[in-house]
């Protein structure tokens, strides 16, 4: 499958996710803490965290980092998720910003949406809100939040500069924009970025640093600042690549020769920037 249109990928989007939902919460039925497998979004929040959670929001955790710790949330204050998933960083959050503050969490999956909002239950937090809806089309007022976070999600929309700016009209002056998030050093080759596996993979859509710094700033945000937390090396995207649907990848592509060309140059970051 190629990238056709937008459409097409949030579909695409929404199945690989729904599934990804379905699974951890068939795992939190059906596993014991602890043994089911590990993920770079999971193995990013400390054991202190991980026991204030439901073992299905664990699962679920998708991400490329822990903006909950690096948004310096402060008690009081109004955090909203773009693309919350299961709920781990918006029940995080939600404690950080209690007794008086409150997170918001939206997904447009339905599946993930209804598990986070499960896990919430379970884990016995009541200042927290999940959303259904995009993150391209914010269903919040313009001016009510006080940070935004979001967890590898921002490089599966097809339109970024509609999100940057709905997270700009949603900010409270001041307010600040706190993802983690796939960067790239440079762009990487067309027809590498059609093959929609790398889009839900998170690789195929994530901006060079340069778009993405000239978009935050287009959308009015000022201070951006964006740091590397961990850079893909051969052995991560051979790995990546192995766990593609063959189907899926052009016959005339050299996929040895693509992993050589993109070692080094796709990264996890932590993107940081202010509404004035």
């Known amino acids: 499958m190629t ?3 937008a459409d097409e990928l949030r579909t695409a989007v929404r199945e690989h996710y729904g599934q990804a939902a379905r699974e951890a919460g068939n795992a939190s039925c059906c596993s014991d803490a602890g043994t089911v497998p590990d993920s770079l979004g999971r193995s990013a929040y400390d054991a202190g965290d991980r026991k204030l ?4 929001a664990l699962v679920a955790s998708l991400g490329c980092g822990n903006p909950t710790v690096r948004a310096k ?16 960083d918006v029940l995080l959050s939600a404690r ?12 447009m999956t339905p599946e993930m949406h209804q598990l986070a909002q499960a896990n919430q ?5 009541t200042n927290a809100e ?3 809806g995009t993150i391209e089309d914010i269903p919040l007022h313009d001016e009510s939040v006080d940070v935004i976070i979001s967890n590898c999600v921002v490089n599966l929309a097809a339109d970024k500069s509609a999100v940057f700016a709905e997270a700009f009209r949603v900010l409270r002056p001041g307010g600040r924009l706190a993802i983690s998030d796939i960067v790239l050093s440079r762009p990487i080759p067309p027809q590498v970025a059609q093959i929609m596996g790398l889009w839900t993979g ?6 060079p640093e340069a778009v993405c710094r000239d978009e935050l700033a287009t959308a009015g945000f000022q201070d951006v600042a964006i740091e590397p937390t961990k850079v893909m ?6 790995s990546m690549a192995s766990e593609l649907d063959p189907a899926l990848i052009p016959p005339d592509l050299d996929v040895a020769a693509t992993v050589d060309e993109l070692d080094g140059v796709v990264m996890s970051a932590f993107i940081r920037a202010r509404k004035p």
Not at 53 to 56: M, R, T
Not at 233 to 238: A, F, G, K, T, V
Request: proline share 5%.
């Open 96 to 107: 950080r910003v209690a007794p008086t503050g409150k997170a918001y969490g939206l997904d």
């Open 130 to 132: 999940f959303l259904l």
């Open 73 to 88: 949330l402060r008690p009081g204050e109004v955090v909203l998720d773009l693309g919350s998933g299961g709920g781990i």
């Open 3 to 5: 990238l056709n249109d």
């Open 121 to 125: 239950v379970e884990a016995g937090v």
């Open 202 to 207: 998170c690789i195929a859509g994530a901006l």
């Open 233 to 238: 090396n051969r052995s991560d995207l051979e």
């Open 53 to 56: 959670l439901p073992e299905a």
